[in-house]
């Protein structure tokens, strides 16, 4: 790479330089099989290796250009508008509820997880009323469960879904969703975070009135900044909403359409690294590309791992191709941190489990992997429970019938 050894020539730092530029996945890094941050290409971590003024006109124009790019990819044309915000993901989930719930209203949000909880709790912070439907770790809210409740609660003004819960890996089914909100007039606020990128969604299909996503998740950029695409309309009525100045929605739409910047500091290099993973999303066929890549990851993981005895949490009709919960194995040679750290060795990070009943491990698809990775991984698997003594990677309620 000549910037690195033009900095090695003329740079002090040079040894600090050269050991950083080592670490990248094709080196030594291991593969991150996380649902964000993620394994990125090289092509993007290279974009970071410039500065940028915040104020300077190209660097508005990288912002600008990854604006237009989000508002194309959700078919938002003329009428949705895109924002994004400096924070990770949960600051840009605090920003759409606190910008579009107006202080008087009421929002129904749909719980099977996490990422669900997390936006109740938030509306606790926020002292927005809500009500909710909790459906506990792996069931999904369905469509006649929310028409019922809509019904019921003439209250409601906003319903707030998450799209890919990924705290169980649960592809929640929001068209039906969106549709019974819809025909009840009431608004839609969408945490698409871990899928938007991989799963379509178009407003012509799901007309929300905003959903929020982030940089490091499918799109396959690093942290830094998250992003909320509204309705206009929305932005414009968010006006004086919101009980944080930073997190201010409305404000930092309208301060970047009058002058292209961001409010306070953006995170630069973050934003270009973006817009390179953008430009690379998009020769790999935007998000119909990466969903064929993605499941094709999925399906071979699964599948081997359902060989070697796992069983997954979910029915194969709620997996989602961005991350797949598995049960740990009762097998008593099991131990989750063991598996971690044999996995580890062997150049790869899986993700603990996140639910409140059984013991699980989650292992994502998405990021800068192939299925050729998804078979190393298996091997790795394999080689790991043997290291281990584990023969038996039956759940233990299935070892028992
Ligand atoms: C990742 C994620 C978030 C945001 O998490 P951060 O750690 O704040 O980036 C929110 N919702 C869902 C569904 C997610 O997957």
Partial sequence: MTAMRRSRENDPMAELVEVQTDALPEADDPYLLTPGPLTTSRRTKEAMLHDWGSWDVEFNEVTADIRRRLITMVGGGETYDCVPLQGSGTYCVEAMLSSFIPKDGWALVLMNGAYGQRAAKTLQYLGRDYIKLDKGDYLPPLPEEVDDLLNRHPEVTDVVAIHCETSSGILNPLQGISDVVM??????LVDAMSAFGAVPLDVSD????????????????????????????????????????????????????????????????????????????????????????????????????????????????????IITTFFCPVDKNFSFTRFYDELKARKFIIYPGKLTEAESFRIGCIGQLDEHVMRQLLTAVEDALKVMGVKDCRPAERQES
């Fill in 206 to 321: 799901v007309p929300f009135e905003a959903m929020v996503s982030s940089a490091n998740k499918c799109i396959e950029g690093v942290p830094g900044f998250g992003f909320v695409v509204a309705k206009e309309t929305a932005l414009a009525e968010a006006e004086g909403r919101s009980h944080s100045l930073s997190l201010d929605v409305h404000d930092q739409w309208a301060y970047m359409n009058r002058t292209s910047q961001w409010r306070f500091t953006p995170p630069t290099h973050s934003v270009v690294a973006f817009r390179e993973a953008l430009l690379q999303h998009e020769e790999e066929g935007g998000v119909p590309g990466r969903l064929a890549r993605y499941s094709r990851n999925r399906e071979v993981m699964v599948e081997g791992m359902r060989e070697l005895g796992f069983s997954t949490l979910l029915e194969d009709e709620w997996l989602s191709p």
């Fill in 183 to 188: 025909k009840h007039g009431r608004r839609l």
